[in-house]
């Protein structure tokens, strides 16, 4: 799916059938489909995320759901959450303000209920790493090499960023 549709994520706003057949619109809704089809059950889940407000109410808005993703029950397994807003995300990874055991709810479908569930625990990881090399010469200069990686859903933030950018732009800001 990420390899087929480029550019942003249009979320719940177009069927898997009309992304399928104008190669855009949501990667959430086609990758729905192409599971469900395989069949693999995949859920839409909205999440609380940290970055809206936290008040607890009897009944939620959805104003407070802001972001969504898919929850597919793995056959033997754990569920595995997909992130479908960030191209080429990592695999089975939430993006920071969707993880911790945050509210979740499993949208309702034919046969299906409304179900509420919580998101994978947070996991304490780096998704930078910066290694520099210092050397000093014989004639007392200094000489200095850096290398900056970033992984997870910051490297593929970054990664999608570039790609829109011209080469030289994209030089630029490098």
Known sequence: VMKRLPGRELGMTHSASSTLAQDRGSKLMLLKASLEVLGIPA???V???FTVDQTPYLFPN???LTYSCLRVEVPGGEPVWLDTSV???PFGELPEHARGE???YLLPEPGRPLQKVKTPPRVEKSDKQVQLWLEVTPDGKLLGRGE????G???AQLAESFNV???????QAL
């Open 165 to 171: 950018l011209s080469a030289e732009s994209r030089k």
């Open 87 to 89: 191209r080429f995300g």
């Open 153 to 155: 859903f910051k490297g």
């Open 43 to 45: 859920r839409i889940a």
């Open 62 to 64: 959805e104003s407070l």
């Open 148 to 151: 900056e990686v970033y992984s």
């Open 102 to 104: 945050r509210d979740a």
């Open 47 to 49: 999440v609380h995320t």
